[in-house]
């Protein structure tokens, strides 16, 4: 995965933007229907309700598309992190991170991390 979804900045941005093309539609609907004289201004009230609604729907129908896509991403992430849980991860430097707390300071010999203690499999023993 290239790059990862993530709605948490867009999230509700999105659904506001969504709430408010759905709440224009309805309340334009509502305000062209009590009117008796199908007028042109009126008409266009009714197109542009209808209008409103179709992108809503769309926008939302987009909206959950993205939302379990990124259900899916967490999902992977989550088994991938679980498959390494036990292990110590090589960075960037001569340390090594422990997948249990998270420390960086775990060196190459250490059979458990100095921090949390936990005790690290060997690679290929589970």
């Known amino acids: 995965m290239k ?10 941005k999105a659904i506001a933007v969504i709430l408010a093309m759905l709440g224009l539609s309805a309340g334009l609907y509502l305000l062209s229907s009590g009117q008796p004289a199908p007028a042109p201004l009126w008409q266009a009230v009714r197109i542009l309700a209808r209008l409103s609604l179709i992108l809503g729907v769309a926008s939302l129908a987009l909206f959950i598309l993205l939302l379990l896509a ?4 967490d999902h992977l992430y989550d088994r991938v992190y ?9 960075t960037s430097g001569e340390f090594f ?4 707390c998270g420390s960086r300071q775990v060196r ?19």
């Open 3 to 12: 790059r990862p979804l993530n709605l948490n900045q867009y999230g509700g």
């Open 70 to 73: 990124e259900q899916i991403q």
């Open 82 to 90: 679980r498959r390494q849980q036990g292990y110590k991860l090589p």
């Open 97 to 100: 991170e422990c997948q249990y």
């Open 108 to 126: 190459p010999g250490d059979a458990r991390c100095p921090v949390c203690n936990q005790e690290f499999q060997q690679p290929g023993s589970g």
